[in-house]
């Protein structure tokens, strides 16, 4: 028994409908993609401040983490209750903290308030920069591009490596002994 076979005229109409479908699809995508530009524009921030007229911000870096306050003012810098001279002592600690309003020309501008806890004073003094910079942005949006440029914004991933059994460190191995 013989299977009929389709005739060309068959194939070409199966064809011909098969190409319709796909120009009334990419009509539709062509549609789609015209009215998409609209809805994937950048996204507008606000302006985000509590009752007091302050914005907040999460800081982290290493193993700290700083809850900060920013506020309008005239530069002062409070960390943990106490100034930011007599917290972080090293000149090099200090400029971390102040690097945010230096990129954002709003040096003297702004009273600044933060508790931080965790790591040690390297990894305190980045988070607080971090803080910052976020509240910044949460008080004065215009200020994102150039605090984004100097990578302000980017929590730093580095955290120190956990220690593995069988060696003294995170990868230092016990000292060999042959004898």
């Avoid at 809850?67 to 090099?92: C, D, M, Q, S, T």
């Avoid at 806890?117 to 920069?129: D, H, M, P, T």
């Amino acid at each position: 028994m013989a299977t009929p076979r389709k005739t060309t005229s068959q194939l070409s109409g199966i064809k011909a409908a098969v190409k319709e479908q796909a120009k009334e699809q990419a009509k539709e995508q062509a549609t789609a993609i015209a009215a998409a530009p609209a809805s994937q524009e950048a996204p507008k921030y606000e302006r985000k401040v509590d009752k007091f007229g302050r914005a907040y911000a999460t800081g982290k870096r290493k193993n700290a983490i700083a809850r900060v306050w920013i506020k309008p003012g005239n530069g002062k810098i409070i960390v943990n209750g106490r100034e930011l001279k007599v917290y972080f002592a090293r000149p090099v600690l200090q400029m971390i903290v102040n690097q945010p309003f230096a990129v954002a020309d709003r040096n003297n501008q702004f009273d600044v308030e933060c508790l931080v806890n965790g790591g040690g004073l390297s990894g305190q003094a980045g988070a607080v920069k971090h803080g910052i910079s976020k509240a910044l942005t949460l008080f004065e949006p215009d200020l994102r591009k150039p605090l984004k440029v100097a990578k302000f914004l980017t929590r730093d991933p580095r955290v120190v490596e956990r220690k593995k059994y069988g060696r003294a460190k995170a990868r230092r191995r016990f000292q060999f002994s042959k004898r």
